[in-house]
């Protein structure tokens, strides 16, 4: 059974930098064709596409947020990290991580998602 | 960037009707244009992906048809479980884009 899990504070303030764990189980990142990506909501939107990692270390980025973000993988823990750095109220959104293949190239499995608020 | 618009943004219906939902790209995309499916307070859910093709575990009465610019999601009996929001994603290019949604309510 293949699971995602994110994890982070719930509340950070403006300009500080945010860092979420996405931690898995019953699939390895170390499998060709395998990704996670990281998509966030604000309350009552749409959804947004943040970062993507692949099994060989290959990193997408959305470019309106490039400059702001970083993804890593640590495949010994089962777990991909996003830093967002320069946190602003209009960040405030749930942050989900999901996994993706180049077989079906969708986000197949989601986690349940992380709130974050930004607010001083 | 790949802009998806979806229509329409809201719909009533009752249950046992069936209900289409419309998604276009701003360019050709051949079919990597996905389904999800969410329900208020959870995660998305995976229904359709390469434009047609059933996700494991989905029910039949989903259906995805199209190609290149214009996409639709039918459902053929809409049931009281499907009541939620529908997007569409395209992964033909980064960055990867969604739809705004549609809402399908309770007539």
């Known amino acids: 059974q293949i699971t995602l899990k994110e994890s982070g504070p719930t509340l950070v303030k403006p300009t500080q930098t945010l860092t979420l764990t996405c931690t898995f189980s019953g699939f390895s990142l170390t499998t060709s064709g395998v990704g996670v990506g990281w998509i966030r909501q604000p309350p009552g939107k749409a959804l947004e596409w943040l970062a993507l990692i692949y099994w060989d270390d290959d990193k997408r980025y959305s470019p309106s947020l490039k400059s702001r973000l970083t993804i890593t993988k640590d495949t010994s823990k089962n777990q991909v990290v996003l830093t967002m750095t320069n946190m602003d109220p209009v960040d405030t959104a749930t942050y989900y991580c999901?996994?993706?293949?180049?077989?079906?190239?969708?986000?197949?499995?989601w986690g349940q998602g992380t709130m974050v608020t930004v607010s001083s | 960037d790949i802009q998806m618009t979806q229509s329409p943004s809201s719909l009533s219906a009752s249950v046992g009707d069936r209900v289409t939902i419309t998604c276009r790209a701003s360019q050709s995309i051949s079919k990597y244009l996905y389904w999800y499916q969410q329900k208020p307070g959870k995660a998305p859910k995976l229904l359709i992906y390469a434009a047609s093709s059933l996700q494991s575990g989905v029910p039949s009465r989903f259906s995805g048809s199209g190609s290149g610019t214009d996409f639709t999601l039918t459902i053929s009996s809409l049931q009281a479980e499907d009541f939620a929001t529908y997007y569409c994603?395209?992964?033909?290019?980064?960055?990867?884009?969604f739809g705004q949604g549609t809402k399908v309510e309770i007539k």
């Open positions: 994603q395209q992964s033909y290019r980064t960055p990867l884009t």
């Open positions: 999901a996994m993706t293949t180049l077989t079906s190239d969708a986000f197949d499995i």
